[in-house]
């Protein structure tokens, strides 16, 4: 009952408030035709990326899991015309889905996707001088949450915004003795961002269509 609950308020709020128009609704359907994981974020979801990057007047964005580019095709139109975004895919079967749909969406000029490892393309940016960025999207392997966030640190400034997707785990985020790799890795990125003094944040559990899950926002404050 909750989750028809929670769909139908989806629905409701989408069906008012989310544009979700032709190269959206494509990328997410290419993306499935192609067998992709169904773990894009949700429309409102989407949308909440978007608005918190246009509210925070980002020029660059920096998104650690592409997947088929429909989060990264929702980032990319908050920029301005002059503003860029770096994504970074470690399968490139999914960085060839993400690429048609951000093209289709004509902003193949502004994402620059980057294949490979997350691990191995971070510190390529790093010595390229890619950052500083704006806002860090992080929606990847979440094992890895906590080495991303540790370069996510060094590509970003004072007044840089970090999101880390997926990190309630329909709850078991709440249990310190799981042997799962992925709530240990969420716990871990947790547990880095309260110690550390260059970060203020808060968590927010969601429930929606997807299902139970929530995201952390952190401010870069020094």
Known sequence: MAQQ?????????????????????AAAAESDAAGLPPHQVAPNQGKLLHLLARIHN???VLEIGTLGGYSTIWLARALPGDGRLVTLEADDRYAAVAAANIARAGLDHV????VGR???SLPRLAEEGAGPFDLVFIDADKPANPDYLR??????????????????????????????PRVRGVRHFTELI?????????TVQTVGAKGYDGFTLALVTG
């Open 151 to 180: 370069w996510a640190l060094e590509l970003t400034r004072p007044g840089s915004v970090i999101i880390g997707d997926n990190v309630v785990r329909d709850g078991a985020v709440t249990d310190s003795t799981s042997s799962d």
């Open 118 to 120: 997350a691990l191995d």
């Open 194 to 202: 309260a110690a550390h003094p260059r970060l203020t944040a808060t």
């Open 111 to 114: 994402v620059d996707i980057r």
């Open 58 to 60: 980002a020029r660059t």
């Open 5 to 25: 609950t929670w769909t139908a308020v989806d629905d409701y709020f989408n069906g008012l408030l989310v544009e979700e128009d032709a190269p959206l609704l």
